[in-house]
């Protein structure tokens, strides 16, 4: 027999879910400055610190499609909690490591609930709001991922050099008492909770669904879609702290210019949620991974430092708004049978992307090749994700979820 579904307020909802988010984002954000901190007290060549935020995409990658998968098994709200906790734990213990090896296998785990999380999070918080507001509230949700990055940004600025990159790391753990919190608060999606009414198709279905003739196309875009955006949003700003001491800024000074960049984010953030109810998701997705490009091409050539600053400010700007537009546009894709299968085997998809960027800017430093022709191939994967979605993409404004 189905319980009577609690209700939660959409503004509550935004903030119980979008903490989660916010901690997901802290930690992401505080790895790309622990990484510079890393190499100095380790001695790492430039392709073991590729390693380290490639590693983090693999179980980024492994998270989205498992989690994915058991959402559509166990509930959206079961997944959001163990992947809270998953990532929250192996960020405290990786505070504790000397070998390097286990900071690796660790950031494979967190990577794991940072994966899965996101992808799902979306996906509960899509289920839960009507479809006119729908896509405004999912890319709010996705603004507290500019709230968590500003936060590793003042960490990592004041902590880091004052007390080292450990306590920086125990701070990422406060999640895990979060996760405990939120049990009572949080309802499962409305949509998950009818679903349980019907027979459960088995998870081979659900996966086969996903490449079904009705979703073929919708899956194809996504897949590349994803693909590109992570690739090179991994490759560029996990990087960004390390490029600006590659241009002859020291490490304090890296992290003031990377603070000043993130706080674009947010604007960044609240101009997709406004543009997205009125031009839809395709014209957010499109428009803001053009100036994306742009903004990545002019960063990489910037010599001066007010065109360098000014450059990654639009970069922030019109990358994480392009970001909120996608978590807004995939779970529209699918019906609430297969919905988190989908959202996150494409999350997966784009991981593998995560992966090699990272890897891809290791290698050619290590080749010393110039940051311009670095950030010139990520100009080039980010308009192959606009071309996609442009000419292929559904839009979905203010169209009722499916299922």
């Known amino acids: 027999m189905v319980k009577k579904q609690k209700t939660i307020s959409e503004r509550k909802l935004l903030g119980i879910a979008g903490t989660g988010w916010m901690f997901d984002a802290m930690d992401v954000g505080m790895l790309s400055f622990i990484v510079v901190a890393l190499a100095q007290d380790w001695a790492l060549s430039p392709g073991e610190v590729g390693w380290i935020g490639s590693m983090n995409s693999i179980g980024m990658a492994a998270g989205a499609f498992v989690f994915g998968i058991l959402a559509d098994r166990i509930g959206r709200k079961a997944v959001f909690m163990i992947t809270l906790l998953l990532f929250s734990i192996g960020s405290g213990l990786s505070a504790l490591v000397s070998s390097f090896a286990l900071f690796l296998i660790l950031r494979f785990f967190i990577g794991m609930g ?21 896509g405004r509230v999912v890319v709010l949700l996705e603004s507290f991922w500019a709230v968590g990055w500003l936060i590793a940004a003042l960490i990592s600025y004041f902590v880091i050099p004052e ?110 949620a406004w543009f997205i109810e009125r031009m839809g998701r395709k014209f957010v997705l499109v428009t803001y991974l ?104 559904k839009e979905t404004k203010n169209t009722e979820l499916a299922g």
Request: charged share 10%; hydrophobic share 50%.
């Open 290 to 393: 053009i100036g994306t490009a742009i903004s990545a091409y002019f960063f990489g050539t910037a010599e001066e430092l007010s065109f360098l600053i000014i450059s990654g400010i639009f970069l922030s700007f019109f990358n994480l708004g392009a970001w909120g537009a996608l978590y807004a546009y995939t779970p529209e894709q699918y019906p609430t049978s297969i919905r988190g299968t989908g959202a996150g085997m494409a999350a997966a998809v784009g991981r593998i992307g995560g992966i090699l960027g990272p890897l891809l800017v290791g290698y050619m430093v290590a080749q010393n090749s110039s940051v311009t022709n670095i950030f010139t191939i990520f100009t080039i994967a980010v308009l192959i994700g606009a071309l996609v979605v442009g000419i292929f993409g």
């Open 163 to 272: 007390y080292g990159w450990r306590i920086a790391l125990l701070l990422s753990a406060l999640p895990a008492l979060y996760a405990l919190f939120i049990r009572r608060d949080l309802p499962d999606s409305p949509r998950f909770v009818f679903q349980q009414k019907e027979k459960k198709p088995s998870i081979s279905h659900n996966i086969k669904s996903v490449w079904a003739k009705e979703h073929l196309r919708q899956t194809l875009t996504l897949w590349i879609l994803w693909f590109c955006v992570v690739f090179s949003y991994y490759g560029m700003f996990l990087w960004l702290p390390s490029v600006m001491t590659l241009k002859g800024f020291s490490m304090i000074k890296s992290f003031q210019y990377v603070l000043i960049m993130t706080l674009a984010q947010l604007p960044g953030y609240f101009t997709a």
């Open 114 to 134: 940072l994966g899965g999380e996101l992808p799902v999070a979306s996906t509960l918080v899509s289920e839960s709001v009507p479809a006119e507001r729908r």
